[in-house]
């Protein structure tokens, strides 16, 4: 991931609409700005897509027929509002107020040693914020970081598999600051999925993740479930599709 100057304010702009409250006539538009969840982008064939908000609930869009992010497979931050006939249960329609992808990547193989990951994928401090959109679920670990950005300088952020040949399930997050290690402190958003990393794929993993805080080497265990065979399928989609486009004519 490479995260610039710009990235931080869209960050920063995200966590001030969920801090900050409104006090005039302007509530619902307030509203509006904020996310109203942390969902996973799934295109499906031939055009359309779904969003999956958990384990168990599918969203479907009707006001929009394709992904914003093409093919993609993307964690995204959306603010939705669930239609009056909305299918309810597992499917939901829902009308889409604003989607905005968060950066996906997938995880890179270790070099073989901490020294060599060191070198080639960063070892500059990097924090993880506890909050709502730090997550592991739907086979990803969706994270929001904090460090300190100089300016216009790229930080590159990688999740490292690999790491223990005596667990498969352990990974280190680096962080390569290229440099830029003065500055202010700000937040970003990244995403790592780990759907298909395995040649058989639980349904269930519990994985650990190591980073360098400004404080030190940290560590924390996550419960991660992957992403269910049994989502909404590609037929689902399009009969959904059919019955919103027969409602609103």
Same mark, same amino acid.
């Given at each position: 991931?490479?995260?610039?100057?710009?990235?931080?304010?869209?960050?920063?702009?995200?966590?001030?609409?969920?801090?900050?409250?409104?006090?005039?006539?302007?509530?619902?538009?307030?509203?509006?700005?904020?996310?109203?969840?942390?969902?996973?982008?799934?295109?499906?064939?031939?055009?359309?897509?779904?969003?999956?908000?958990?384990?168990?609930?599918?969203?479907? !869009?009707?006001?929009? %027929?394709?992904? !914003?992010?093409?093919?993609?497979?993307?964690?995204?931050?959306? +603010?939705?509002?669930? *239609?009056?006939?909305?299918?309810?249960?597992?499917?939901?329609?829902?009308?889409? +107020?604003?989607?905005?992808?968060?950066?996906?990547?997938? &995880?890179?193989?270790?070099?073989?040693?901490?020294? %060599?990951?060191?070198?080639?994928?960063?070892?500059? &401090?990097?924090?993880?914020?506890?909050?709502?959109?730090?997550?592991?679920?739907?086979?990803?670990?969706?994270?929001?970081?904090?460090?300190?950005?100089?300016?216009?300088? %790229?930080?590159?952020?990688?999740?490292?598999?690999?790491?223990?040949?005596?667990?498969?399930?352990?990974?280190?997050?680096?962080?390569?600051?290229?440099?830029?290690?003065?500055?202010?402190?700000?937040?970003?958003?990244?995403?790592? +999925?780990?759907?298909?990393?395995?040649? *058989?794929? &639980? *349904?269930?993993?519990?994985?650990?993740?190591?980073?360098?805080?400004?404080?030190? %080497?940290?560590?924390?265990?996550?419960?991660?479930?992957?992403? &269910? +065979?049994?989502?909404?399928?590609?037929?689902?989609?399009?009969?959904?599709?059919?019955?919103? *486009?027969?409602?609103?004519?």
């Amino acid at each position: 991931m490479r995260i610039t100057k710009k990235t931080i304010l869209a960050i920063g702009l995200i966590a001030s609409s969920l801090t900050l409250n409104s006090c005039d006539d302007n509530d619902n538009n307030e509203m509006l700005q904020r996310p109203t969840a942390l969902v996973t982008v799934y295109p499906t064939a031939p055009e359309g897509f779904f969003m999956q908000l958990d384990e168990s609930t599918s969203l479907v !869009p009707t006001n929009m %027929k394709t992904s !914003p992010f093409g093919d993609k497979k993307v964690r995204a931050l959306v +603010n939705y509002t669930i *239609e009056e006939r909305s299918y309810g249960g597992n499917q939901q329609s829902v009308y889409v +107020n604003w989607i905005d992808s968060i950066r996906t990547k997938q &995880p890179v193989m270790t070099q073989g040693s901490e020294e %060599k990951d060191a070198k080639a994928f960063g070892n500059d &401090p990097i924090e993880i914020v506890r909050d709502w959109v730090s997550v592991a679920e739907d086979g990803y670990v969706t994270l929001r970081i904090r460090t300190l950005w100089g300016g216009s300088t %790229k930080h590159i952020i990688n999740l490292v598999s690999g790491v223990n040949k005596d667990n498969v399930y352990e990974f280190d997050l680096r962080h390569n600051a290229q440099g830029d290690i003065r500055g202010r402190i700000g937040d970003a958003l990244i995403a790592f +999925n780990l759907n298909s990393l395995w040649k *058989e794929q &639980p *349904e269930k993993v519990k994985i650990k993740l190591n980073w360098l805080s400004f404080s030190g %080497k940290k560590s924390v265990e996550l419960s991660l479930k992957m992403h &269910p +065979n049994s989502s909404i399928s590609n037929t689902d989609v399009q009969l959904i599709s059919h019955h919103i *486009e027969s409602i609103v004519r």
